[in-house]
C-alpha cells in the first residue's frame, strides 16, 4: 500500500524524484504529519466541497480529498504541477489549478462548486508571505462558512486577541466582526520539511451573519484601522485625524456612548461598530 503524502518518508522521496527543494520565495513548507493533515481536514467542514490555496506536493490535499467530495487546489508554482498530477493520481475528486490564488475569481469558482457539492469551505497550510492578502479576499466572499487555515503562530495570536491585550489590533478587530475565530491546536516546527523557525497555530474562522454589503465592511475596516493608526493616542485623536473635524469627532464618540479618553485597544469590536454607527 502506498503511504501518505504528510509522511516523512513519502515526502523526502517525492522531493528526491522530482530534485525539488522547498521555495522560499513562495512560502514552501511542506507539512510531514499525517496525524495533524487528518486532524485539520476532519475539523474543516469540508463534506461538501473544499478550496485550498498552495497543495505543495498535496500533502494537506490528500487528507482533504479523504473528507470532501471535491477539493479545488490553487497553486502558483508550476514546478509543482506535474508533482501533483503524479502524487493525487488515486483521486479523482481533486482539481489542480496552476493560478495565483489572489488573481482567481473566487467568487465565480465558490458559487460553481456551492451549485454543484452544495456548501464550499477553504482549508489550507498558507503560504506566511501572503497570510494576510490571502485571508482578506476570502473574507471578502460571505457564501463561505468555515476557514480552517494554518499560520504562523504570531499571526493566529493576532486574529484571536481580546480588547486590553497587547496583540489586540485592527486585524483581531476585523476579522473577529465577520467571524468567529478558533484556536483549534498547535503545530510544532517539526512537523515540517524544512522546519520554519516559528510555530504554527490552526486557525478557524466561522462567518457570523453580517447583513452588511463588501463597500460598508471596508468602510468598517478603514476607520477601524485609522483608531488603531497611532496606538498611544487616545480614540478622539486618532478620530479627529481621520474626520478631520475635531467638534464632529466629539459628537461621534458622545452618541455611541465612548469616553474619548479611551485608546482603541480597549474599546469591543461593537464598541467600534457603535463609532461606524454615529459616523452615518
Ligand atoms: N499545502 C502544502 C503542505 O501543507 O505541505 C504546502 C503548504 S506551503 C506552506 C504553501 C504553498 O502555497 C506552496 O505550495 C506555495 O507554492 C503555494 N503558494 C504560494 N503563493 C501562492 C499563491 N499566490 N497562490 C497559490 N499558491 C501559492
Known amino acids: ?68 467530495r471535491h477539493v ?16 493525487l493520481s488515486p483521486y479523482d475528486n481533486v482539481e489542480i489549478l496552476l493560478q495565483d490564488f489572489l488573481e482567481c475569481d473566487l467568487d465565480a469558482k465558490v458559487k460553481e462548486l456551492s451549485k454543484k457539492y452544495g456548501s464550499t469551505a477553504v482549508c489550507a497550510n498558507l503560504p506566511y508571505y501572503i497570510t494576510t492578502p490571502v485571508l482578506f479576499r476570502i473574507f471578502e466572499n460571505a457564501s463561505i462558512p468555515w476557514i ?39 503545530v510544532p516546527g ?15 474562522f466561522e462567518r457570523k451573519d453580517v ?19 497611532q496606538r498611544r493616542k487616545t480614540i478622539y485623536n486618532n478620530l479627529r485625524e481621520y474626520t478631520g473635524d475635531g467638534q464632529k469627532s466629539l459628537s461621534i464618540l458622545e452618541q455611541a456612548g465612548i469616553p474619548q479618553g479611551k485608546r482603541a485597544q480597549e474599546l469591543s469590536v461593537e464598541d467600534l461598530v457603535k463609532i461606524h454607527e454615529a459616523m452615518k
Open 148 to 186: 480552517t487555515v494554518m499560520v504562523q503562530k504570531e499571526v493566529g495570536d493576532r486574529f484571536a486577541a481580546k480588547p486590553g491585550g497587547s496583540e489586540y489590533s485592527a486585524l483581531s478587530v476585523e476579522g473577529q466582526y465577520l467571524y468567529s475565530i478558533r484556536k483549534l491546536f498547535n
Open 72 to 87: 479545488t487546489s490553487y497553486e502558483v508554482d508550476s514546478d509543482l504541477i506535474p508533482v501533483l498530477k503524479d502524487t
Open 211 to 229: 447583513q452588511k454589503s463588501n463597500e460598508e465592511i471596508k468602510q468598517f475596516f478603514e476607520l477601524t484601522r485609522a483608531c488603531f493608526k
Open 190 to 204: 517539526r512537523s515540517f520539511n524544512p522546519s520554519p523557525a516559528v510555530d504554527s497555530v490552526i486557525l478557524q
Open 1 to 68: 500500500m502506498t503511504r501518505l503524502i504528510a509522511t516523512p518518508g513519502r515526502t523526502k522521496e517525492i522531493l528526491e524524484t522530482y530534485g525539488l527543494r522547498a521555495k522560499k520565495g513562495f512560502g514552501q513548507n511542506f507539512l510531514v504529519d499525517p496525524v495533524i493533515t487528518d486532524r485539520v481536514a476532519e475539523l474543516a467542514h469540508c463534506e461538501d466541497s473544499v478550496i485550498e490555496i498552495g497543495p505543495g506536493i498535496g500533502s494537506l490535499t490528500e487528507a482533504l480529498a479523504m473528507h470532501s
